[in-house]
C-alpha cells in the first residue's frame, strides 16, 4: 500500500485566494481525519470523516473552512478565503477503526506545508 | 475536556535511556498511544497500551497506570536518528474512541 497520499506537499499562496488540500486514505480505511499542526497549537483535530460522513467538524475554525468525502477513496479541505494564520502544516491520517485494528494507530500523510502571504 | 501534559524538551547522549512522561486527564479513557516526528516528516505511531504495565517494542517500551492517569515512553541505547518529537495520544469516550487527542509533543534532542 502506498499509505496516505497528500497533495501537494508546498501551497504558497496569497491571501484572499482560494486553497484546496487533498488527501487519499488508504483503502479499506474507515476513519479520515484531518489535522494542522503550528509550533503554538500543535496537533489539533479539525475534522474526520467515517465512511465518507463528517461525524466532528467542532475543530473547524471558521466558516473559511470546509471539507468533503465524496467517495471512500479521496478527500478535500478547502480553505476560502485564506489569510496568513492558516499558515500551518496540515495533514490527513486515516484509521481502520476501533473494531478492526489491534492497536489504533494512525496512518498519516506526508503533509502540506501552507504558506499564506 | 481533556488535556495532556508531557514536558517540552528533553536531552541525553548517545547510548543512554531517556524516560518520557505523559500525564491525562480525560472522561472514558480508552488507551494511550505514542507517535513520533522527525522534523519535517509525519507522525508515525510507535505503542498503544490500554492496559497497565508495560509495553516492549525493541528499543521502545511503552508504560500505562491508569490509576494515576500516567504513562510514559522509554528509549533504551539512544542513538543519534532518535532526535526527534514524540507525542503522546489519548482515545477516550468522545466518538466512542475512534478519536486521538494528542499533547503538545516532546522534543528529543540526543548529543554525542
Known amino acids: 500500500d502506498a499509505g496516505v497520499i497528500q497533495s501537494p506537499r508546498h501551497e504558497v499562496t496569497e491571501m484572499g485566494q482560494e486553497v484546496t488540500l487533498r488527501c487519499k486514505p488508504i483503502?479499506?480505511?474507515?476513519?479520515l481525519f484531518w489535522y494542522r499542526q503550528t509550533m503554538m497549537r500543535g496537533l489539533e483535530l479539525l475534522i474526520y470523516?467515517?465512511?465518507?460522513?463528517?461525524?466532528?467538524d467542532s475543530g473547524m475554525p471558521e466558516d473559511r473552512f470546509s471539507a468533503k468525502m465524496p467517495n471512500a477513496s479521496f478527500s478535500t479541505l478547502k480553505i476560502q478565503p485564506s489569510e496568513p494564520r492558516d499558515s500551518a502544516v496540515y495533514f490527513c491520517?486515516?484509521?481502520?477503526?476501533?473494531?478492526?485494528?489491534?492497536?489504533?494507530?494512525?496512518?498519516f500523510g506526508s503533509g502540506t506545508r501552507l504558506t499564506v502571504v | 475536556g481533556q488535556s495532556l501534559e508531557q514536558p517540552s524538551e528533553v536531552t541525553a547522549v548517545e547510548g543512554a535511556i531517556v524516560q518520557i512522561n505523559c500525564t491525562y486527564q480525560?472522561?472514558?479513557?480508552?488507551?494511550l498511544s505514542w507517535y513520533q516526528q522527525h522534523d519535517g516528516g509525519a507522525p508515525t505511531f510507535l505503542s498503544y497500551?490500554?492496559?497497565?504495565g508495560l509495553e516492549e517494542t525493541g528499543r521502545f517500551s511503552s508504560f500505562l497506570s491508569r490509576s494515576d492517569s500516567y504513562g510514559y515512553l522509554l528509549l533504551q541505547e539512544l542513538q543519534m536518528k532518535d532526535s526527534a518529537s514524540y507525542f503522546c495520544?489519548?482515545?477516550?469516550?468522545?466518538?466512542?474512541?475512534?478519536?486521538?487527542?494528542f499533547g503538545g509533543g516532546t522534543r528529543l534532542m540526543v548529543k554525542p
Open positions: 483503502s479499506g480505511h474507515d476513519y
Open positions: 495520544a489519548v482515545r477516550d469516550l468522545r466518538n466512542a474512541g475512534n478519536m486521538l487527542t
Open positions: 470523516f467515517n465512511n465518507n460522513v463528517p461525524i466532528d
Open positions: 480525560t472522561s472514558g479513557f480508552y488507551g
Open positions: 497500551n490500554a492496559l497497565d
Open positions: 491520517a486515516s484509521s481502520p477503526g476501533v473494531g478492526a485494528a489491534p492497536n489504533y494507530g494512525y496512518t
